[in-house]
């Protein structure tokens, strides 16, 4: 049985049962909270493991952060150590996935202070080799920017991805995609989407309601580029995706995962496409450290 891994909060490593925060908080109550998804890779050549992209992670993170007009009393080099001291504490010697979490401990709907920190690791499971999702148009609309806006990362978006969630798995289906207030294609619960469509690679813009995905820009930036692909960031219509060729999830928590089929029509042969796989093969080759030219995207720790 795998150990219990220890969350850091505020200052030191504790036990999961230690990091509680008061049932009155606003962080609990209110949901007053931001977070990043922040995964660590073990590189078995290298005898390292390898960090993602932390700058963007905590560039994001402060974005989010000034948007709920609150923050933390620890600057990047100060959560880069207690990183450091999560990997290290917890001897990891394999692929991770962290939450980072700033939060608000008082109560009240307006409370900005006091605030506080914890960065929770966690052991995530991949899909299976030939798998891929089973995944349907939910009902539910993605919120506007004008509502809750997306790029904004904070645990009270994610209820729009619930619902959809647990409506999605009552029907029968693996997970949702939303459509905006456009009626376009946005993303899913918590991950962009991309479709392989008439030998494009196609992608919504960052303007219909998507996050700013760090993981989006890995494909576009790193991995289409190796593929000697450009990616196309425009509209899709919603009859689109019957038609296309492939499609997937991606985010630093998903990484790639594949669809197969969408309301039930099967994507190309109904199987994990041969796009999919490269992109998957090359996504996990540049965070590894196994592909040069992207060096700068990782931090040993």
């Not at 401990?105 to 966690?122: F, K, Q, V």
């Not at 997970?175 to 989407?193: C, D, K, W």
């Not at 576009?220 to 425009?234: Q, S, T």
């Not at 991606?250 to 029509?265: H, N, Y």
């Amino acid at each position: 049985m795998a150990k219990e891994l220890k969350i850091w909060m505020n200052g030191r490593l504790v036990s999961q049962a230690e990091a509680v925060l008061p049932v009155n908080s606003a962080a609990v109550f209110y949901a007053t909270n931001v977070f990043e998804g922040l995964r660590a890779y073990w590189n078995e050549a290298d005898g390292e493991l390898y960090c993602f992209r932390l700058a963007e992670h905590f560039a994001r993170f402060r974005e989010s952060m000034k948007m709920m007009r609150f923050t933390v009393p620890y600057s990047d080099m100060d959560v880069y150590e207690a990183v450091r001291e999560v990997l290290r504490g917890n001897e990891i010697r394999e692929d991770v996935h962290m939450h980072l979490v700033a939060y608000v401990s008082a109560p009240g709907l307006d409370s900005t202070g006091p605030t506080g920190l914890y960065i929770n690791p966690r052991r995530r499971g991949r899909i299976t080799e030939g798998d891929g999702l089973r995944c349907c148009i939910t009902s539910w609309q993605r919120t506007h920017d004008n509502a809750i806006p997306i790029r904004l990362k904070c645990g009270a978006n994610y209820q729009n991805g619930r619902l959809a969630t647990l409506q999605a798995k009552a029907d029968g289906y693996d997970a949702p995609i939303f459509l905006n207030q456009q009626g376009t294609v946005a993303e899913g619960s918590g991950a962009t989407f991309f479709m392989v469509r008439r030998g494009q690679l196609v992608t919504p813009p960052i303007t219909s309601d998507i996050l700013e995905s760090i993981t989006r820009t890995t494909l576009i930036d790193a991995v289409a580029p190796a593929l000697g692909m450009d990616v196309v960031e425009r509209d899709i219509a919603r009859t689109e995706l019957y038609v296309a060729d492939e499609a997937f999830f991606c985010g630093s928590g998903w990484e790639i995962m594949p669809i197969t089929a969408i309301d039930g029509i099967p994507l190309g042969g109904g199987r994990v496409g041969p796009l999919t796989r490269r992109v998957c093969d090359l996504y996990f080759d540049v965070v590894r450290g196994e592909r040069p030219g992207h060096e700068a995207w990782l931090t040993e720790v």
